[in-house]
């Protein structure tokens, strides 16, 4: 009874800024590496970012110094800060995350049902 919920994306214009979050609810006994992902029309999906529990962070090359992943455990929830933004960041944006559950020994992969994010003017 895991499940992930995305907010935030919407319309901005090119320049702009945008917040997106994802929160974690149900059992959740710990959640490990969590990430973001977006997918464009007729294109593959694809990682935008990761970070561990830790606050380790990676990127891909096309959104580094521009978007910045970071996570609030006490909330279970994970943001991505979206600056200077493009028409190419145009796509929906889907939660990833690792979380085992107090009903399981192991963690299992959960991902959000995605938040439209467009870039235009």
């Known amino acids: 009874q895991v499940q992930l919920m995305e907010s935030g994306g919407g319309l901005v214009q090119p320049g702009g800024s945008l917040r997106l979050s994802c929160a974690a609810s149900?059992?959740?006994?710990?959640?490990?590496?969590m990430g973001w992902y977006r997918q464009a029309p007729g294109k593959q999906r694809e990682l935008v970012a990761t970070?561990?529990?830790?606050?380790?962070?990676t990127y891909a090359d096309s959104v580094k110094g521009r978007l910045t992943i970071s996570r609030d455990n006490a909330k279970n929830t994970v943001y991505l800060q979206m600056n200077s933004l493009k028409p190419e960041d145009t796509a929906v944006y889907y939660c990833?995350?690792?979380?085992?559950?107090?009903?399981?020994?192991?963690?299992?992969?959960?991902w959000g049902g995605g938040t439209q994010v467009t870039v235009s003017s």
């Open positions: 990833n995350a690792d979380i085992r559950s107090r009903w399981r020994p192991r963690p299992n992969n959960y």
């Open positions: 149900g059992s959740i006994a710990s959640i490990n590496d």
């Open positions: 970070i561990t529990s830790g606050g380790s962070s």
